[in-house]
Every structure is written in structure tokens, then in C-alpha cells.
């Protein structure tokens, strides 16, 4: 997994923390995270494309979400980042070298690596479709409580 699915999934929890209609820019969220703007840019372009931000143009412009954190999965996250392909992709490696001296029915099951791997995705895929950016959130801040105040206040708004 590329960098951009733990870059996105820290400044969708500042946009969860800010919490307002007021866009961020992108160079603010890259600033804010110590990360460069053009490829920061890029990867919340994906989420754009996926619903998952809103961009909006013009000098005030920038990036919000596009709706309730409560709605967004990190599965959500990892597909507009990563795509949807399978992370595992049997090639059949078994049937060649010296398997390919087998009788042809032996390969008539799957392959048992194919297999034990596509559960661990799943299991992998459920967990992440199970956990949205509010739950992340919610327990960053059962950890440390002042951080939407601070996140906030960084980004110039209103702490209540």
C-alpha cells in the first residue's frame, strides 16, 4: 500500500475535525502534514473522483468532505487510493517447474495459497469496510482529546 492511503486518511481526519463548509486548500493540508503539495494534491484528486471530497475552485477554494465522516469507510479510502484489484493474484506458479509433470487433475482444486490468501483479503477488506473515518476519529481523540481544538486552531477556525 503507497503512502497516499495514510496521507489521505490523516487529512480526511483534519477535514473531520475542522468539520465546516469552509474548503481547505491543499497547500494548508500539505503544510499542516509535512508533505508536498503536488502529490498530496493528486491523491485528493482520487478522492474527489470516489465522493469521498468535494473541490471546490476559486481563491477560497480547496477541499471538503463530500460527506458525513460517519459515511466514509476506510475501505472507501484504500479503493480511491489503491483501486480495486486484488492485493493477491495467483499465477499458478504450481503448475509449472516441477509440477509441470503432473497429471492435470491434480490442479483441478484450488490452489490452497490462492485460497488461504483470498480469506486473509477478505477478513482484511471487512475490517476496513467496518471502520469508518468517525470511529478513527473518535478513538485518535479517546488518546489525545485536545486534538480537534488544536486541529482547529491551526487551520484558523472557531474552537468552541
Not at 495514510?6 to 473531520?16: P, R, S
Not at 473541490?55 to 483501486?83: C, H, K, N, Q, Y
Not at 492485493?87 to 484450488?110: K, M
Request: hydrophobic share 40%; with cysteine.
Amino acid at each position: 500500500m503507497n503512502q497516499g492511503v495514510e496521507w489521505t486518511l490523516h487529512v480526511l481526519l483534519t477535514l473531520a475535525w475542522i468539520d465546516d463548509d469552509e474548503p481547505v486548500r491543499v497547500n494548508q493540508l500539505a503544510t499542516g502534514h509535512d508533505l508536498p503539495p503536488a502529490y498530496l494534491n493528486k491523491q485528493l484528486q482520487a478522492l474527489v473522483r470516489a465522493e469521498i471530497l468535494e473541490s471546490l475552485p476559486g481563491a477560497r477554494g480547496g477541499f471538503r468532505l463530500a460527506r458525513p465522516a460517519s459515511t466514509i469507510t476506510l475501505m472507501d479510502v484504500v479503493t480511491a487510493i489503491e483501486g480495486a484489484q486484488e492485493a493477491f493474484r495467483c499465477t499458478e506458479i504450481r503448475q509449472r517447474g516441477t509440477g509441470a509433470d503432473l497429471p492435470s487433475h491434480v490442479f483441478d482444486a484450488p490452489c490452497a495459497i490462492s485460497a488461504s490468501m483470498r480469506r486473509a483479503e477478505l477478513a482484511w477488506r471487512r475490517e476496513l469496510a467496518g471502520q469508518t473515518i468517525a470511529d478513527l476519529r473518535d478513538e485518535v481523540e479517546s488518546h489525545a482529546p485536545a486534538v480537534r481544538r488544536v486541529t482547529r486552531r491551526a487551520y484558523g477556525r472557531p474552537v468552541d
